[in-house]
């Protein structure tokens, strides 16, 4: 005869007998008779077709090797119900099913982790879908419905579908490998000198700002979609750059790259602001984590 499927009561009633070593221990557990949760155990045993418990000549029910074989399933059905109704719960309070965000590849990573990680602790329900990305590629992933929110660099784009708040700032330095030619002169870099070697520039992979630049002086410069791809160049000395003073901070005090002052206004800072579509404003899980955000920098 091929197994039936059990209940979940019988579950129940098989992990509650484990758990407490005695079938009236169960049923005070449950608040059921006794006989009631016999009656279970037996059915759970003949829908299953194999023995879970030895009683004879045993003060206590013990486990069949059938029984521990099926003992790690019955409690991952236990635990996937749990987290469902967990889930249910929060749906039925108006709780998200699931967070998606975007954010600034300048954001420092570590801030980002904490964050989630608070978020992670406070919804433990809520699922959770991350992108980072770069410039507007940021603003155009919720413009377009992508992520819920966004936290976006300094991109001045005027759209009567967004509201916009502010999120902090990173500083930027110049930086360069210590054998780079600008990283050999002795105090403040002119922008003339800064204009006479490569250049490595963060680019924008949206539609929203494309062919704009953003920070750039040298002549001649290397166009790069990721950061990481940046960071790799200048650490082997291929230009110079502008970075995320959290990115670069191991790499200056390790010696690895070598910080330009090179002459300006004033420092450069990047900022950042949350985003998010007016017509479809975060939900309870999003708004905590965008509120998080925003005060992490």
């Known amino acids: 005869m091929d197994p039936k499927a059990p209940t979940l009561d019988q579950i129940a009633v098989f992990l509650a007998i484990v758990e407490t ?35 004879a000549g045993t003060a206590r029910p013990k486990l069949t090797e059938a029984g ?3 003992l790690a399933d019955s409690r991952g059905l236990a635990i996937a119900l749990d987290a469902l109704l967990a889930k249910a719960r929060g749906l039925t309070s108006g ?8 954010v600034d590849v300048m954001w420092p990573a570590r801030k980002l982790v904490k964050a989630l990680d608070d978020f992670r602790k406070k919804f433990p329900t809520v699922g959770l879908r ?47 490998a210590p054998d780079h030619p600008l990283a050999q002169i002795k105090g403040p870099v002119s922008p003339t000198m800064a204009r006479d ?4 520039v963060l680019t924008d992979r949206s539609r929203l700002t494309e062919g704009r ?19 790799a160049l200048l650490l082997a000395g ?18 690895r790259l070598v910080e330009l002052h090179i002459e300006t206004p004033g420092d450069l ?29």
């Open 269 to 297: 800072v990047y900022t950042f602001h949350s985003v998010y579509r007016s017509d479809t404003p975060p939900g309870p899980a999003a708004a905590w984590l965008m509120e998080r955000l925003a005060m992490g920098v």
């Open 197 to 200: 070697h490569i250049q490595l």
């Open 95 to 102: 709780l998200e099913a699931e967070v998606s965000l975007v």
């Open 21 to 55: 070593g005695s079938f009236s221990a169960a049923a005070r557990k449950l608040g059921r008779a006794t006989s009631v949760i016999s009656y279970a155990v037996a059915n759970l045993e003949a829908q299953l077709g194999v023995s879970l418990f030895a009683r």
């Open 238 to 255: 291929m230009g110079w750059g502008n970075m995320p003073k959290p990115v670069v901070n191991d790499d200056l005090k390790r010696g």
């Open 130 to 176: 991350l992108r980072v990305e770069a410039l507007g590629a940021v603003t155009q992933s919720v413009l377009e419905g992508v992520a819920v929110f966004g936290i976006s660099g300094p991109l001045e784009l005027g759209n009567d579908l967004l509201s916009r708040g502010p999120a902090g700032s990173v500083k930027m330095l110049a930086v360069a």
């Open 68 to 70: 521990r074989a099926i």
């Open 213 to 231: 630049d953003f920070g750039v002086m040298a002549v001649k410069s290397w166009r790069l979609a990721d950061l990481g791809a940046k960071h």
